[in-house]
């Protein structure tokens, strides 16, 4: 299950409203995947880390990280295109700090 929810994401895109639920199942979409990539760097699941009984609480900076990453895939939906950009600042910093490393 996704750390962020569709409401989040709406507010981080600053959504007015009368957008109504017209890209939610894309949105959905982009917060699944967003969440997906960020475990994969880390290297482990955040829900099995963190938010659970007994667990530290989801840390705030890995909420940003995935709503960072969804809203950015949602307004940048074209893989290569004139203007294109890198991943948002911050997300690889926020992804270094939490990572498991192996060797």
């Known amino acids: 299950m996704p750390i962020v929810d569709l409401y989040d994401i709406k507010e981080h895109l600053a959504f007015t409203g ?14 699944e ?8 760097l880390l290297g482990f699941k955040i829900e099995a880390n963190f938010g659970g009984v007994d667990q530290d609480p989801v840390p705030p900076v890995l909420i940003e990280a995935v709503s960072q990453l969804a809203a950015w895939w949602y307004e940048q939906r074209e893989a290569a295109s004139e203007g294109a950009k890198e991943v948002p600042f911050g997300v690889r910093e926020i992804v270094t700090e939490y990572r498991e490393w192996t060797f």
């Open 18 to 31: 009368d957008e109504g639920g017209h890209d939610d199942r894309m949105i959905y979409r982009k917060i």
């Open 33 to 40: 995947a967003a969440q997906n990539h960020i475990e994969r």
